[in-house]
């Protein structure tokens, strides 16, 4: 079993930045595909972005490519997501999951989820 406790939401300006964290405690970090997944109000949850056990390769949803980075430190246990040039439609409850296959982009596929934090965006 893996705990996941994330943290850096808050409230930004259209274009401004904010990086997530996702912290792992529990069985060994680096055998589980990390993802990052968002909810807006009335909406389906989403993929955002995911990234494989050795942190070699990365997949993201089209509307946050070459906006958003997924990256992770086996040996902090951490996973971030690093959001840049946010806008509105941004907003929504973020959330990171660990599944123990490899790289998908479906919420059904992963096994584990922290609680969310809170991302929006307006001015």
């Known amino acids: 079993q893996v705990q996941l406790v994330e943290s850096g939401g808050g409230l930004v300006q259209p274009g401004g930045s904010l990086r997530l964290s996702c912290a792992a405690s529990?069985?060994?970090?680096?055998?589980?595909?990390m993802g990052w997944f968002r909810q807006a109000p009335g909406k389906e949850r989403d993929f955002v972005a995911a990234i494989t056990k050795s942190g070699g390769t990365t997949s993201y949803a089209a509307s946050v490519k070459g906006r958003f980075t997924i990256s992770r430190d086996n040996a902090e246990n951490t996973v971030y997501l690093q959001m840049n040039s946010l806008k509105p439609e941004d907003t929504a409850v973020y959330s990171c999951?660990?599944?123990?296959?490899?790289?998908?982009?479906?919420?059904?596929?992963?096994?584990?989820w922290g609680q969310g934090t809170q991302v929006t965006v307006s001015s």
């Open positions: 999951a660990a599944r123990v296959g490899g790289l998908l982009n479906a919420v059904g596929a992963y096994e584990h």
């Open positions: 529990g069985r060994t970090f680096s055998t589980y595909t």
